[in-house]
């Protein structure tokens, strides 16, 4: 049977007599009909959910700390401990070395097959964990990972969560995975270190301990279907517990030579004099992540325009650089 997945959950939706579940999934299976060239089962089903009653859903919604834009939110501060986006693949620039670039994709296959992976009892679940250096596009892979899917972004800071009240921090995790549950989407657990790191942190063992907990079980009780990516700076942090259960670990590396040269002519594009020493420029730069040549482009760009030139200064881009190199130094 096509489309099982969808069956499934909007079956789920209806046996927890949870409306908003089971009508966000009857849309998505709608728009899989109609993209299978199933026209007419599409309509039925839509005409069908303009019929729900959606009273109903809001109703629920709000007992479930949804709040009206179906938000989850942060139950003290009201603040939203979620952000929803749709990235598109146009508007993201992204340069991987190739091993980790087929390795993303493998992911990808995976996630799109894993209804047939499930038959063939050879299913992983949809889990990708994502470590390395700040700066090195993890955040970045994971809105271009739901862009590649044509899948809403849900993104918890978790830094914000934790930091959001420890009391409150397990009620608002079971909120947010409520609701990736009960929406296709891709769920992003970034800054995930914040609440993974826990158990080796100084504050109060106790509750932070708790904390894990609440995340281990929230982790648990997804379907492996749900897709969940999350994202960390500091790998040796995370306990052993919560690293076994992403089935996809993927480093993100700093960038070698040829992700170098490709993110220095993209951030510089027109900009970049025909004189340029891009060769110069990607040697000088090993070790510094994508997010500093990006910076530094940046910089240089804004001097130009406010100088009134077309292009960026050489020496200028090059003296941005050593200047970073050796703030970069200094940390060490
Ligand atoms: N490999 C890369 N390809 C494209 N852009 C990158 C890359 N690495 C870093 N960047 C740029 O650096 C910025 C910060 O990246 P981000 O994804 O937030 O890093 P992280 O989440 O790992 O700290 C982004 O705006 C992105 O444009
Ligand atoms: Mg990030």
Same mark, same amino acid.
């Given at each position: 049977m096509d489309h099982l997945s969808e069956v499934l959950k909007i079956l789920d939706g209806a046996l927890r007599a949870n409306a908003s579940m089971a009508a966000n999934y009857a849309g998505l299976l709608a728009d899989k009909l109609e993209? %299978? *060239?199933?026209? &007419?089962? =599409?309509? &039925?089903?839509?005409?069908?959910?303009?019929?729900?009653?959606? =009273? @109903?859903? $809001? #109703? &629920?919604?709000?007992?479930?700390?949804? %709040?009206?834009?179906?938000?989850?939110?942060? *139950?003290? $501060?009201?603040?939203?401990?979620?952000? #929803?986006? &749709?990235?598109?693949?146009? /508007?993201?620039?992204?340069?991987?070395?190739?091993?980790?670039?087929?390795?993303?994709?493998?992911?990808? $296959?995976? #996630?799109?097959?894993? /209804?047939?992976?499930?038959?063939?009892?050879? =299913?992983?679940?949809?889990?990708?964990? +994502?470590?390395?250096?700040? *700066?090195?596009?993890?955040?970045? +892979?994971?809105?271009?990972?739901?862009?590649? @899917? *044509?899948?809403? @972004?849900?993104?918890?800071?978790?830094d914000t969560l934790v930091s959001s009240l420890l009391g409150q921090t397990s009620r608002n995790l079971r909120r947010v995975f409520d609701y990736a549950e009960q929406h296709p989407c891709v769920l992003l657990l970034d800054e995930f270190d914040a609440l993974a790191g826990a158990r080796g942190n100084e504050r109060d063992v106790g509750e932070l301990q708790r904390v894990v907990i609440a995340? @281990?079980?929230?982790?648990? =009780?997804?379907? /492996?279907? !749900?897709?969940?990516?999350?994202? !960390?700076?500091?790998?040796?942090?995370?306990?052993?517990? #919560?690293?076994?259960?992403?089935?996809?670990?993927?480093?993100m590396p700093l960038p070698d030579h040829g992700v170098r040269r490709a993110l220095w002519k993209q951030f510089l594009a027109s900009y970049a004099p025909a004189t340029l020493d891009l060769d110069g420029l990607v040697a000088r730069s090993e070790g510094v992540t994508g997010a500093v040549i990006e910076q530094i482009c940046l910089d240089s760009k804004r001097a130009a325009v406010i100088a009134g030139h077309s292009e960026v200064d050489e020496h200028e881009v090059f003296r941005r650089l050593g200047l970073m190199l050796a703030l970069i130094e200094r940390c060490h």
């Open positions: 993209q %299978s *060239g199933n026209r &007419q089962q =599409a309509r &039925q089903v839509r005409e069908r959910l303009a019929r729900a009653p959606g =009273a @109903l859903v $809001s #109703v &629920q919604d709000g007992e479930r700390g949804i %709040s009206l834009n179906n938000l989850p939110v942060d *139950g003290e $501060s009201r603040l939203h401990t979620v952000d #929803v986006s &749709q990235p598109a693949s146009h /508007d993201i620039c992204l340069e991987l070395p190739s091993a980790i670039e087929s390795r993303i994709q493998e992911f990808l $296959s995976s #996630v799109r097959h894993h /209804d047939a992976l499930v038959a063939a009892n050879a =299913a992983l679940p949809n889990r990708l964990l +994502l470590y390395g250096l700040p *700066g090195t596009g993890k955040t970045q +892979l994971a809105r271009w990972v739901a862009a590649q @899917l *044509g899948l809403q @972004l849900l993104t918890v800071r978790c995340l @281990l079980q929230n982790i648990d =009780a997804l379907p /492996d279907s !749900t897709i969940l990516l999350a994202a !960390t700076n500091h790998d040796q942090l995370l306990d052993p517990a #919560v690293w076994r259960r992403f089935s996809f670990r993927v480093p």
